[in-house]
């Protein structure tokens, strides 16, 4: 089922919590509203699902205009952050309780029930916990009955509102990668709400990122990622540095710093105030020398770990704001040893690839 949202706006008394959203969604992706909390993706998650009305805007599924259709008649399937299962009930009989309750000229026999909930089991790799209650299950496993359960009816469209969101880090991973698979093998229409940048990165077909009840970006994680639009899509994906100054020529100076940068297709003239982003991995540290251009910038910590350490940097100079400036670098334990960094040592920062903005502060 594709689906097309159209100017959506919602107000919650005087907070707009959506204010004119549109997109379109075509059939079988699986898609991540990703935003920070308060940005308005689970008022827009319970707007497509019916389970809450818009002040203005329509919602059409599938061409059709189910804007005043009740949640009932538009064969969506919804997953709650916290399971919402019926703690009274066995796990067969949660995952059945939708198709139970059908209208009885609807309603399949007990067979068809017990053989579709069992298969639906097997699905989701828990059929060994058909007559399990729910207070007997782990947070993962309820999760995954919950996801069976609303499969169960068979929708169009499956929308999860944090579906790992109460959950631990590691089973939060396992159920991203069970997720991937499972969309994988049905090509169900589905959309998910998280805050979760690494989540919607690593599972979705496409990324809808939402700040104060608008669309900053709207594209594939590899796009989001690597050509954010706005300073916003920048700064929310992905661990960046921030350098905050004024065009000089082909620099940026950052107080009394001058920071290279590439000509960019803003059209910056001299003086305009900008903010740069830069990747950990695409930042470098040089000894600080008077012939060298660069951030100038003190080592606060050396994480080491792996195959990669970071090397955490504060500003130096006054703190901007009343707050402090850090800086992270990804290096290898070997160009750490080769440019002798230790704490305290003092050195400079420059950038193989910067997105500047025109900055709005």
């Given at each position: 089922?594709?689906?097309?949202?159209?100017d959506?706006h919602?107000?919650?008394?005087?907070?707009?919590?959506?204010?004119?959203?549109?997109?379109?969604?075509?059939?079988?992706?699986?898609?991540?509203?990703l935003?920070?909390?308060?940005?308005?993706?689970?008022?827009l998650?319970?707007?497509?699902?019916?389970?809450?009305?818009?002040?203005?805007?329509?919602?059409?599924?599938?061409?059709?205009?189910a804007?005043?259709?009740h949640?009932?008649?538009?064969?969506?399937?919804?997953?709650?952050q916290?399971?919402?299962?019926?703690?009274?009930m066995?796990?067969f009989?949660?995952v059945?309780?939708?198709?139970?309750?059908?209208?009885?000229?609807?309603?399949?026999?007990e067979?068809?029930?017990?053989?579709?909930?069992?298969?639906?089991?097997?699905?989701?790799?828990?059929?060994?916990l058909?007559?399990?209650?729910?207070?007997?299950l782990?947070?993962?496993q309820?999760?995954?009955?919950?996801?069976?359960?609303?499969?169960?009816?068979?929708?169009?469209?499956?929308?999860?509102?944090?579906?790992?969101?109460?959950?631990?880090?590691k089973?939060?991973?396992?159920?991203?990668?069970?997720?991937?698979?499972?969309?994988?093998?049905?090509?169900?229409?589905?959309i998910?709400?998280?805050?979760?940048q690494?989540?919607?990165?690593?599972?979705?077909?496409?990324?809808v990122?939402?700040?104060?009840?608008?669309?900053?970006?709207?594209?594939?994680?590899?796009?989001?990622?690597?050509?954010?639009?706005?300073?916003?899509?920048?700064?929310?994906?992905g661990?960046?540095n921030?350098?905050?100054?004024?065009?000089?020529?082909?620099?940026?100076?950052?107080?009394?710093?001058?920071l290279?940068?590439?000509?960019?297709?803003?059209?910056?003239?001299?003086?305009?105030?900008?903010?740069?982003?830069?990747?950990?991995h695409?930042?470098e540290?040089?000894?600080?020398?008077?012939?060298?251009?660069?951030?100038?910038?003190?080592?606060n910590?050396?994480?080491?770990?792996?195959?990669?350490?970071?090397?955490?940097?504060?500003?130096?100079?006054?703190?901007?704001?009343?707050?402090?400036?850090?800086?992270?670098?990804e290096?290898t334990?070997?160009?750490?040893?080769?440019?002798?960094?230790?704490?305290?040592?003092?050195v400079?920062?420059?950038?193989?690839?910067?997105?500047?903005?025109?900055d709005?502060?």
């Open positions: 089922m594709s689906i097309e949202v159209r959506i919602k107000s919650f008394g005087a907070f707009k919590a959506l204010d004119g959203v549109s997109l379109s969604l075509p059939k079988g992706e699986l898609v991540a509203l935003g920070p909390s308060g940005c308005g993706k689970t008022t998650l319970r707007i497509i699902a019916g389970l809450e009305s818009a002040d203005y805007g329509s919602i059409r599924l599938s061409g059709a205009d804007t005043a259709k949640v009932r008649e538009r064969q969506v399937g919804f997953v709650f916290h399971y919402a299962l019926f703690r009274h066995s796990v009989e949660n059945a309780f939708g198709l139970r309750v059908k209208p009885r000229g609807e309603r399949p026999s067979a068809i029930i017990r053989e579709k909930v069992m298969r639906l089991l097997d699905l989701v790799q828990l059929s060994w058909a007559d399990r209650f729910p207070s007997q782990s947070g993962g309820r999760q995954r009955i919950a996801l069976a359960r609303a499969l169960a009816v068979e929708p169009q469209v499956l929308l999860l509102d944090e579906p790992f969101g109460a959950l631990d880090a089973v939060r991973k396992e159920l991203r990668r069970w997720l991937r698979r499972l969309h994988d093998e049905l090509h169900i229409s589905s998910f709400v998280t805050h979760d690494e989540e919607a990165l690593e599972v979705a077909d496409k990324i990122l939402m700040n104060k009840g608008r669309i900053e970006q709207i594209g594939g994680p590899r796009e989001i990622y690597n050509e954010p639009a706005t300073s916003f899509a920048c700064s929310f994906i661990n960046v921030e350098f905050r100054g004024r065009i000089e020529g082909n620099y940026l100076r950052v107080g009394d710093d001058l290279p940068h590439e000509p960019s297709d803003l059209d910056l003239a001299d003086g305009q105030a900008v903010v740069a982003y830069a990747r950990p695409d930042t540290i040089h000894p600080l020398s008077a012939d060298r251009s660069g951030v100038t910038a003190k080592v910590r050396i994480l080491e770990s792996g195959a990669l350490a970071r090397v955490e940097l504060v500003a130096n100079g006054a703190a901007r704001e009343g707050r402090t400036d850090y800086f992270e670098v290096l334990p070997a160009e750490i040893a080769e440019l002798g960094l230790e704490t305290g040592k003092r400079r920062l420059t950038s193989r690839r910067l997105s500047v903005f025109r709005k502060q």
